[in-house]
């Protein structure tokens, strides 16, 4: 019999705007750019994709990353506990909380659960959508690669 996922009855999940997602801490500190995110928040900003790259990112190891907020551990893009640039924002955040780091019981319970005030509250994500946005956030992972390795 094949193994059915923790979520196979779906995950209500709905933003509350604690901002806490924006927020740097430990491991989940960068949010990490495609050159499509990349473009997309360049878009936003009404800038070229070019100047954007030059204000807002870093690079390490081959990856483009938003630069950390030298005044605090918010995102640059954090005002309000509201996004500036929501409509444009990056994969990562998009796909939140739908990681494929969390999608096992006990790290869906420690890392969104306990962390994010918006976790079993709001609209019931279906399984097949809670796939799609784990899906949408790997290939994003492996367009990174392909583009860390292309440059």
Not at 85 to 94: E, L
Request: with cysteine; charged share 30%; proline share 5%.
């Amino acid at each position: 019999m094949a193994h059915k996922p923790f979520y196979r009855d779906g995950l209500r999940f709905s933003c509350q705007n604690s901002g806490r997602c924006c927020i740097s801490r430990g491991q989940w500190g960068y949010v990490y750019l495609t050159l499509q995110d990349r473009r997309d928040l360049a878009r936003e900003l009404k800038m070229t994709t070019q100047e954007f790259t030059r204000r807002y990112t870093g690079k390490e190891d081959g990856f483009y990353f938003l630069k950390e907020n030298p005044d605090g551990p918010e995102c640059l893009f954090l005002e309000n506990n509201k996004c500036r640039v929501y409509k444009g924002r990056p994969t990562q955040c998009r796909t939140w909380p739908f990681w494929p780091e969390v999608m096992n019981p006990k790290a869906w319970r420690k890392d969104v659960v306990d962390f994010c005030p918006g976790a079993n509250k709001g609209r019931l994500y279906t399984a097949l959508e809670i796939k799609r946005q784990v899906l949408e956030q790997k290939e994003s992972e492996q367009r990174m690669i392909i583009e860390r390795t292309s440059s």
